[in-house]
């Protein structure tokens, strides 16, 4: 299945998938997908942290208690 359009880490990781099968592929060539799926991970947890931020801020002591038992908040 192709990655999602709107998934960076899911076309990052394909993209290093694709690399990885190219027997022919540099050192380099592994290194620059391999950067970039890092710098996609990194990003997306930065926004999760931002909107899990975002999502305390509104909610109600017993509502972030409840999100933090079912784990969508630390």
Do not use: F, M
Request: charged share 35%; aromatic share 0%.
């Amino acid at each position: 299945a192709a990655p999602a359009a709107d998934n960076p880490v899911a076309k990052a990781a394909a993209d290093l998938r694709d690399v990885l099968q190219n027997k022919d592929a540099t050192p380099d060539q592994i290194k620059e997908k391999l950067t970039a799926l890092r710098d996609a991970k990194a990003k997306a947890k930065e926004e999760l942290t931002k909107a899990q931020d975002d999502l305390k801020s509104v909610a109600s002591v017993r509502q972030e208690a409840v999100l933090v038992s079912r784990g969508i908040l630390d």
